[in-house]
């Protein structure tokens, strides 16, 4: 009888093993690739994402971005570029110079710029240039220029960011026509008051010339000529001349002057004769000066000229304070001359009893364009300001012990650095408008 082997199924076999290990292995590759497919698709959802907000910042930038090749060729612009120079992405990537938004009128500067650029010579503080829009439009903007730098870290071009100026610089034109503008009127002001000054302090020397002229006549018509009197009265005509011819040159030196001239002066005698040239105001506004000062007044190494136009100034600004006061109240100005402390430092202090400085910093006082008077154009402070720090010296204000305004010339003494010893002025009276070592003179013409 033939061995009749027992029936085993095929999957208790070798072969069936083979197949569960396959079905069982492809099912894991399955599972696996379909986890890493939701990976990439995730991968790709995120970086179409990243994409989007790049592009979205990119194009929300007010900065125009463009990137070039190592040749120069455009090959990336964003959507504020595009809109700078009026041509699409589309017109502009891919484009190697000149580009179309050179003006032909400087593109051989533009060109070398470029080549300069290429060659990576650009400032790194930027430049300007000036461009032109698809529709003619001149335009002046600033470039950055900074390496562009792959993944691998190869320079393989030049990334540039540009700023439009054009409105900055029409911004910039407006306001130095706007300063050109202001400085005329500033100069018709200058002229007003140089006229006014002229005819104030010429009138009193040429009435004098004008008087002795018609004393002497009257003299001729005498049968009896005293010639000691009239060879006196004739020399005090040529001193009032004289006089007229110093104060046409002084205001020359005033308009005509550039830049300081410095030579050892008397403060005291400088604010004497600011004084002086505003007496006419002083006694019209019926103000009183009082003087106080130091033994040993130093020399200051200063431009006489100048100082006194400061000296002017604060006079001028003190009696316009105190006009308007109540006419019953007293209206004084005092002006002191002392030691600041530190050796060779001294201060000038004017004082007045007015209403004061309202709580202002000599910041705001000083700042150009600001005035507390109702056709003051603000730049008489501004300009005292700084003619003093063209000095080495400054200015301080203050409330003064009358309870009105002070300011206070700070400087140093030329004594301090040996360059000229101390002076001694004459002794000064205490009257409305007069100063110390005013010449106390009996007037030629009364005689």
């Known amino acids: 009888l033939e061995t009749i082997e027992p029936f085993r199924p095929w999957w208790k076999s070798p072969v069936g093993g083979f197949v569960g290990v396959f079905v069982l292995l492809l099912v894991a590759a399955t599972v696996m690739l379909q986890r890493q497919v939701q990976r990439v698709m995730f991968t790709r959802e995120d970086l179409a994402r990243e994409v989007a907000w790049r592009k979205a910042m990119e194009d929300s930038l007010t900065v125009a971005l463009r990137a070039r090749d190592l040749q120069g060729r455009l090959i990336y612009v964003n959507r504020r570029f595009a809109d700078l120079t009026g041509y699409t992405e589309e017109e502009l990537v891919g484009r190697l110079p000149p580009m179309p938004y050179w003006p032909p009128e400087v593109m051989e500067e533009t060109m070398a710029r470029h080549q300069r650029n290429m060659q990576g010579g650009a400032p790194v503080e930027g430049y300007e240039a000036r461009w032109m829009h698809k529709d003619g439009t001149r335009l002046d903007v600033m470039v950055f220029e900074a390496p562009l730098i792959d993944a691998r870290g190869r320079h393989v071009g030049w990334m540039g960011s540009i700023v439009d100026i054009s409105p900055r610089l029409a911004s910039e034109a407006r306001e130095r026509h706007q300063a050109e503008t202001l400085a005329h009127h500033s100069r018709l002001s200058m002229l007003g008051e140089i006229a006014s000054m002229l005819a104030h302090e010429l009138n009193q020397p040429l009435m004098a010339v004008v008087s002795y002229n018609s004393g002497m006549q009257h003299m001729l018509r005498q049968p009896h000529l005293d010639l000691r009197i009239l060879q006196g009265a004739l020399q005090r005509q040529a001193e009032q001349a004289q006089n007229a011819s110093r104060v046409v040159q002084r205001i020359r030196d005033f308009l005509t002057r550039r830049h300081p001239q410095k030579e050892a002066v008397d403060v005291l005698a400088l604010a004497r004769d600011a004084v002086h040239l505003m007496q006419r105001e002083l006694q019209r506004e019926r103000v009183q000066v009082q003087w106080q000062w130091t033994e040993g007044a ?75 008077k109702p056709d003051g154009m603000g730049m ?48 000064p009276s205490v009257s409305g408008g007069s100063g110390p070592g005013a010449d106390q003179r009996k007037d030629p013409t009364d005689e």
């Open 298 to 372: 130093p020399a200051w190494q200063a431009d006489p000229v100048l100082i006194e136009q400061v000296l002017i100034n604060l006079l001028r600004n003190a009696v316009d304070a105190l006009a308007e006061m109540p006419a019953h109240l007293h209206r004084r100005i005092d002006l002191s001359l002392e030691p600041d402390g530190a050796p060779g430092a001294w201060v000038l202090w004017l004082d007045d009893s007015g209403p004061g400085l309202g709580g202002r910093d000599v910041e705001s006082l000083c700042a150009p364009f600001h005035s507390t």
């Open 380 to 427: 008489g402070l501004a300009i005292c300001r700084s003619i003093v720090e063209v000095h080495q010296a400054r200015l301080s204000a203050g409330v003064s012990p009358a309870g009105g305004a002070r300011w206070g010339l700070h400087f140093q003494s030329a004594s301090r650095t040996g360059q000229e010893p101390a002076v001694t002025p004459a002794a």
